[in-house]
């Protein structure tokens, strides 16, 4: 057995003369390895699936039961490893006509002359035949993921990839088996420093789009719950590190006030202030650069930009809660004190998180 350097990848299920048409395209444009995997159709597709079996080249695996979009790219990945693992990569796409064989011809020529980056083949939704669910979907989708994961891609959805080898090993271990792998692998791209590539393609909608096997409400609440599920997971570690940091900071400041700064023969207040505010900020610092905010840095305890930065953000929102306290205060002198300090605070948690995330822990992309 021998794969080509890049192989088509064709999950199906329930697949029609849409899939015979597509690879009997593709066979007019390339002669590519093609893999289609046969995610637990019923058995009425035998016929299909034979006759793409008799096909040069072409490799049919099968699932016994339904498990999913995401498991059956992982199950073609894993059998692409195996089989030619120093290949460039493979191009994915849907069998039910939706991608037609010049476009994956395309991206399958990007993807050999960027070799280390996933190629999207994307979609324009704005043409009269694109059915409206779809559009509004796409850009709600898109506008989401641009807020919350800071990528801005224009389709999101799109099943036309071109994915590289090195990241194919990767996605094998990312979550997700259904329709919701597709965002996780565009989230993971950031992990792995993977940069997308998108290539333009043809808009196709067959019968109103009425044979896909995306399901609205239970694919698009996994999809959301992809997207938000880092943003929570940082917004919540944030919060621990804060709160670990302020017991570090009481703490030390009881050890240093009682026992330290009396036996020393210290200034008790203004050393036992600054030694636990000193060592809480280093501590905050160290837990949000490694662990809230971690990505692909060099293996040093502190970094000269970011720790600056940090002190600056410090000190700064302190000012900031000192201002907006004492402006609230005035304004409203008969809210309690305590209620407009934490108010002002918590406004000022999600700006520090923001710029710690966005600015003095961000990291540049590889290009």
Known sequence: MSLSNIAVVIPALNPDRKLLDLVAGLRCTMDNSIIVVDDGSRPGCCEIFNALASTGNLYVLKHCVNQGKGRALKTAFNFFLNENPDGIGVVTCDGDGQHLADDIAACMKKLEAAPASLILGCRRFSGSDVPWKSRFGNNLTGLVFKTVVRLDISDTQTGLRGIPVGFMRELMNVPGERFEFETEML?????????????????????????????????????????????????????????????????????????????????????????????????????????????????????????????????????????????????????????????????????????????????????
Not at 345 to 362: C, E, G, K, N, P
């Open 187 to 367: 989230i993971a791209m950031r992990e792995f420093d993977v940069k997308p590539l998108e290539v333009p393609i043809v808009t196709v909608y067959m019968d109103n789009n009425r044979e896909t096997h995306f399901r609205p409400v239970a694919d698009s609440l996994k999809i959301y719950g992809v997207i938000f599920r880092g943003f929570l997971r940082r917004i919540m570690l944030f919060g621990f590190s804060g709160f670990f940091s302020a017991g570090v900071d009481l703490g030390l400041f009881a050890l240093l006030f009682y026992v330290m700064t009396p036996a020393l023969g210290m200034p008790r207040l203004i050393w036992s202030v600054a030694g636990a505010r000193t060592v809480s900020l280093v501590v905050n610092y160290l837990l949000n650069r490694h662990f809230v905010f971690r990505g692909k840095r060099p293996k040093t305890m502190f970094g000269t930009a970011s720790l600056a930065g940090y002190l600056l953000l410090c000190a700064a929102v302190m000012l900031l809660s000192y201002g907006m306290t004492r402006s609230g205060h005035w304004l409203f002198p008969q809210v309690n004190i305590v209620i407009i300090k934490l108010l002002s605070d918590a406004m000022l948690f999600f700006l520090s998180y923001t710029i710690q995330r966005h600015v003095i822990f961000a990291v540049a992309p590889k290009n």
